[in-house]
Nanobody, 123 residues
């Protein structure tokens, strides 16, 4: 059982930035691949980005490529999703996930989820 806790969401204007955090209290997150998914109202869940346990590989959806970065600080047991140049289409609940790299490369999540953090991009 892996508990994941997201934070950092909020309201931001178009063109702004936010940094989301995914922490794993009680677990050693550096053993795990971590993915970010999002779901906007009325839309299907979408894979956003993922990072391998060692940080050596990352993946980004085309919709966020060049604007989002993902990183991990294993000393803090935290994975970050840095989001720049946000637009209204980025409005969604963002979820942290723990799963296998093979699943992530197929845009499939693992079975462990955080509770989500809301990102609203609006002027």
């Amino acid at each position: 059982q892996v508990q994941l806790v997201e934070s950092g969401g909020g309201l931001v204007k178009p063109g702004g930035s936010l940094r989301l955090s995914c922490a794993a209290p009680g677990s050693t997150l550096d053993y795990y691949n971590v993915g970010w998914f999002r779901q906007a109202p009325g839309k299907e869940r979408e894979a956003v980005s993922c990072i391998r346990s060692g940080g050596e590989s990352t993946y980004f959806a085309d919709s966020v490529k060049g604007r989002f970065t993902i990183s991990r600080d294993n000393a803090r047991n935290t994975v970050y999703l840095q989001m720049h140049n946000l637009n209204v289409e980025d409005t969604a609940v963002y979820y942290c996930n723990q799963g296998s790299w093979a699943d992530y490369r197929r845009d499939r999540p693992g079975k462990y989820w955080g509770q989500g953090t809301q990102v609203i991009v609006s002027s």
